[in-house]
């Protein structure tokens, strides 16, 4: 539904005193019609760009966006007389914003209907539809009040409505939860949610906070420096060994208690995680198994965990019982010293998993 091949976005601005800052390098993001897609990544890493480049409100300096099988960038390099085609394709693509950037001289109903006026939409149509809307995402009571009469979630719902207006196969959002409260911006989250499922409405959203994304996102992609470093659906990212995005979704810790004990990370999806697995292990291998660090959670409505877990013996000694995990449908990883923060020294090269350390005995 989207895509961007090579996107690149250089600036040579003001605010940058006269110097470039590429704040896309190269972007290929790939977004599933019907899929809810979150982008994280620290402050700078060029989300907003991205978003930004998707919609044309920025012009990419390189590369192509295509939305729902329209190139964007190929309309509005056609100059002037592509402007009207332009804010056609652009009428498909809603925008919601962190700050709502909604017009405060303006009633609630008026700020919706804002869109459709400038679409040439008729009077009493636009009315119909901005009430319509406004049902949609609860404020049917709230038309005739202002902006400064609504509570934030009230105002993202505003804005929520009048990103529909354009009836949009496409819905952006630049954090649009971030100026709200933990509790408001589940309801946000919810909204959004319930409209991509009920309207099959495609959701690229933006954010910096995680629980946003094991809340509504189906895919995520990691951003850094203006690329793309990790980019998958969770339940992928998650099966990933040695992903960023699955180790800030579900952290754990933990390092090995000794010298020659294998370290696992096991991750847990759908009807696995509810299964008695380590107790099975235990009992078919008669092995102890220390729990040492775990996280669980729901992403999506599907039970999702992840647990590191330490055997004795090495990993020659474990070949079988990392085996009948595997089989249990269970992705087991194995975690070296580096990874668990252990005594670096003692470090064997990546190859050679878990090794005997002889020295160490
Ligand atoms: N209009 C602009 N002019 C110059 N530099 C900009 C402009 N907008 C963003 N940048 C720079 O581009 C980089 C990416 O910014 P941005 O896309 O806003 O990142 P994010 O949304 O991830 O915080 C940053 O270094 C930022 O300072
Ligand atoms: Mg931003």
């Known amino acids: 539904m989207i895509t961007t091949t090579g996107l690149t976005k250089i600036y040579r601005s003001a605010q940058s005193r006269g110097r470039e800052v590429t704040a896309l390098d190269g972007v290929d993001l790939h977004v599933r019609e019907g899929e809810v897609f979150g982008v994280v990544g620290q402050s700078g890493?060029?989300?907003?760009?991205?978003?930004?480049?998707?919609?044309?409100?920025?012009?990419?300096?390189?590369?192509?966006?295509?939305?729902?099988?329209?190139d964007l960038t190929a309309l509005a390099g056609r100059g002037r007389r592509a402007g009207k085609e332009l804010r056609r394709a652009r009428s498909s693509i809603g925008m919601v914003f962190q700050h709502f950037n909604?017009?405060?001289?303006?009633?609630?109903?008026?700020?919706?209907?804002?869109?459709?006026?400038?679409?040439?939409?008729?009077?009493?149509?636009?009315?119909?539809?901005?009430?319509?809307?406004?049902?949609?995402?609860?404020?049917?009571?709230?038309?005739?009040?202002?902006?400064?009469q609504l509570s934030g979630g009230q105002k993202q719902r505003v804005g929520i409505a009048r990103a529909l207006a354009g009836n949009p196969k496409v819905l952006l959002s630049d954090e649009a939860t971030s100026a709200l409260d933990p509790e408001t911006t589940r309801s946000i989250l919810q909204l959004l949610r319930d409209l991509n499922r009920q309207l099959g409405l495609t959701v690229l959203l933006i954010t910096h906070e995680m629980e946003v994304v094991k809340t509504i996102?189906?895919?995520?992609?990691?951003?850094?420096?203006?690329?793309?470093?990790?980019?998958?659906?969770?339940?992928?990212?998650?099966?990933?060994?040695?992903?960023?995005?699955?180790?800030?979704?579900?952290?754990?810790?933990?390092?090995?208690?000794?010298?020659?004990?294998?370290?696992?990370?096991?991750?847990?999806?759908?009807?696995?995680?509810?299964?008695?697995?380590?107790?099975?292990?235990?009992?078919?291998?008669?092995?102890?198994?220390?729990?040492?660090?775990?996280?669980?959670?729901t992403v999506g409505g599907r039970q999702i965990g992840r647990?590191?877990?330490?055997?004795?013996?090495?990993?020659?000694?474990?070949?079988?019982?990392?085996?009948?995990?595997?089989?249990?449908?269970?992705?087991?990883?194995?975690?070296?010293?580096?990874?668990?923060?252990?005594?670096?020294?003692?470090?064997?090269?990546?190859?050679?998993?878990?090794?005997?350390?002889?020295?160490?005995?």
Not at 113 to 134: F, S
Not at 338 to 359: H, I, L
């Open 217 to 297: 996102c189906d895919s995520a992609a990691l951003m850094r420096k203006g690329r793309i470093v990790e980019s998958g659906t969770v339940g992928e990212l998650l099966a990933t060994p040695g992903s960023q995005l699955a180790q800030e979704l579900f952290p754990v810790g933990g390092t090995a208690s000794g010298p020659g004990r294998t370290v696992l990370d096991v991750t847990f999806l759908g009807a696995a995680a509810t299964q008695p697995v380590i107790s099975q292990l235990a009992r078919t291998y008669n092995i102890d198994i220390s729990i040492l660090g775990a996280a669980m959670d």
């Open 307 to 361: 647990m590191r877990i330490e055997l004795p013996g090495a990993y020659e000694d474990n070949v079988v019982p990392i085996g009948f995990l595997r089989e249990q449908g269970l992705q087991a990883e194995i975690v070296d010293d580096a990874d668990t923060g252990a005594d670096a020294a003692a470090t064997v090269p990546a190859q050679s998993p878990a090794p005997v350390k002889e020295d160490a005995k």
């Open 45 to 70: 890493a060029g989300k907003s760009s991205l978003i930004r480049c998707v919609n044309l409100l920025e012009r990419p300096t390189a590369g192509t966006v295509t939305v729902d099988g329209q």
């Open 102 to 148: 909604l017009l405060s001289s303006r009633t609630v109903r008026d700020n919706v209907e804002l869109p459709l006026e400038i679409l040439g939409v008729a009077g009493q149509e636009r009315t119909r539809r901005a009430l319509e809307l406004l049902d949609l995402v609860g404020l049917a009571d709230k038309a005739k009040a202002y902006p400064a």
